[in-house]
């Protein structure tokens, strides 16, 4: 498993749309802080605030990254050779939840930095810390559930996709206060406008519920599918 978890991070390493999207989330994040000036106190926060406006970037990421690797038929030459569809599974989620990660890291920690340097102080206690990373890995597992399901980039694309609209269409409606706790996209909304009231191991539990559930659908449906 070692070797192909190698294999795994030196594709991600060499795979030029990841850097391209790495760079492009950069960007953006930095653009969508013009908007959010009036919304919250300082460039961490509102960078934080930005993070759900740019789900769709690790959306189009997790289809390219694994999709490909389905209709290259690279998956199925690793199955034959030998691997489990369990180690292959957990290598790609690993690599892939690394990427998507880093894709909302890197804003968060440029805006820190700069932060820091404008003097404005910036820190997140321990618990919001966490709660946000719980959030995004939680994010992630969402287009890496739909890529092992239907095995297909296109489909691993436009459903995740409809349901990223869904959900900013529930966060900015009148259920926004409920949804805002189950949905993690609404919970980094909460950190960033410092509205958690309630405790942050909710929310937690939350985000490691929806962690599970995906990865076990995803593992069984691709474990018990017929590789063509």
């Not at 995740?160 to 966060?171: A, E, N, Q």
């Amino acid at each position: 498993m070692i070797n192909l978890l190698k294999a795994q991070y030196y594709k991600l390493l060499h795979k030029q749309s990841f850097w391209g999207l790495l760079l492009f989330s950069l960007v953006l994040g930095s653009l969508l802080l013009l908007d959010s000036r009036n919304t919250t106190a300082d460039l961490l926060k509102g960078s934080l605030y930005n993070l759900p406006q740019m789900y769709f970037i690790p959306l189009i990421f997790t289809a390219l990254f694994v999709g490909e690797d389905f209709e290259s038929r690279t998956i199925h030459c690793l199955v034959s050779a030998g691997h489990t569809r369990g180690a292959v599974f957990f290598t790609i989620a690993l690599s892939c939840l690394t990427a998507c990660t880093a894709l909302y890291a890197l804003p968060l920690l440029f805006h820190y930095i700069a932060a820091a340097v404008l003097g404005q102080n910036p820190s997140l206690p321990f618990g919001a810390l966490l709660l946000t990373l719980a959030a995004i890995l939680a994010m992630g597992m969402l287009p890496l559930l739909f890529v092992f399901l239907f095995r297909d980039t296109g489909k691993a694309f436009a459903i995740p996709m409809v349901l990223f609209f869904l959900m900013i269409f529930v966060l900015n409606s009148s259920y926004a206060p409920a949804a805002s706790i189950v949905l993690p996209m609404g919970q980094l909304r909460l950190l960033a406008l410092d509205e958690v009231t309630f405790p942050v191991w909710l929310p937690l539990g939350i985000d490691c519920f929806w962690i599970v559930l995906s990865c076990l659908i995803a593992c069984g449906s691709f474990c018990r599918s017929e590789l063509k």
